[in-house]
């Protein structure tokens, strides 16, 4: 079983910063995939970004690519999403999740991809 822990949300104005980060219980956690999703009112839940094992594999959405950065710290459990120039649209509650079944270089990014999930961190980005 992978606990995972959100933190690092709050208000921002348009074009600020927030980093999320989200600590996982675990022996393993090197060996997880993992991923960001987000899911604003009225909307699917979607991916955001994604991270292999080492991190020698990333994944972005077209909405965020040179906006926002996945990276994880193996010693400490720990996936963050370094997330710049903030917009309104970006608003929404982000979730972690993390996936044992992926390979050591790759980044999934599909919801169905992953087994667990955290509780979610609400960003709101106001103009």
């Known amino acids: 079983q992978v606990q995972l822990v959100e933190s690092g949300g709050g208000l921002v104005q348009a074009g600020g910063s927030l980093r999320l980060s989200c600590a996982a219980s675990?022996?393993?956690?090197?060996?997880?995939?993992l991923g960001w999703f987000r899911q604003a009112p009225g909307k699917e839940r979607e991916s955001v970004a994604a991270?292999?094992?080492?991190?020698?594999?990333?994944y972005y959405a077209d909405s965020v690519k040179g906006r926002f950065t996945i990276s994880r710290d193996n010693a400490k459990n720990t996936v963050y999403l370094q997330m710049n120039s903030l917009k309104p649209e970006d608003t929404a509650v982000y979730y972690c999740?993390?996936?044992?079944?992926?390979?050591?270089?790759?980044?999934?990014?599909?919801?169905?991809?992953?087994?667990?999930w955290g509780q979610g961190t609400q960003v709101t980005v106001s103009l």
């Open positions: 999740a993390a996936t044992t079944k992926a390979g050591p270089w790759y980044a999934p990014a599909e919801e169905y991809q992953y087994d667990y």
């Open positions: 991270i292999s094992w080492f991190g020698g594999s990333t």
């Open positions: 675990g022996r393993t956690f090197s060996s997880y995939g």
